[in-house]
């Protein structure tokens, strides 16, 4: 007998997907913005910073709602959406993707603003002195730099995003292979009343959640040597 059935495997398949985009789109887009604050330090910097950390207190379930209505096709903006990715938002894989790149923000943005604002301006100054254009010096100096710093947002916000249910649950429904992932999949095992396939599945999520913190552990000893 295997260990998880043919749907929780979905589920883990769906959830992986789910925290690796998630991840990639957020480490993409918060370097350049924590850059940008960091270098520039433009007016209205303090509510840039408190937007972006907002999810970390407002309620998932407040979160998602506010998302379904905006997804919805009745109101102007889930009508542009829908036109923008020829598709419904609510309840699809879309729209999950989307409030799980707000909901886990802070957690990849807040790691890297402050990697770089306390070595960031001297790697940058370094690669000035040298006669290399900002461009490169930001690249192959300013990043490299801060490897230990990226390495552990990107894993922070992959185990973040694994067990996101609030944000997830309202907006995404349950639906197997779109949008039922680990942490909707538990939460109907319970409901259901099977603690055999709850036990199996909460077990898979422990496992990830610790294989995730020794490789940040690993990753950030191994750049101390």
Known sequence: MPWLSSGDTEALVLTVKLAATTTAILVAVCLPLAWLLVRRD??????IQSLVMLPLVLPPTVLGYYLLVAFSPAHPPGSLLARLFDQQLAFSFTGILIGSLIYSLPFAFRPLEAALQQSGPALDEAGRVLGFP???????????GIRPALVSAALLCFAHTLGEFGVVLMIGGNIPGET?????ALFEHVEQMNYQGANRLALTMVVIAVVTVLLSQWSGRRDRF
């Open 42 to 47: 433009p007016r209205g910097r303090g509510l």
């Open 134 to 144: 900002g461009g490169y010096r930001f690249l192959f100096i300013v990043i490299p």
């Open 180 to 184: 039922r992932v680990l942490s909707v």
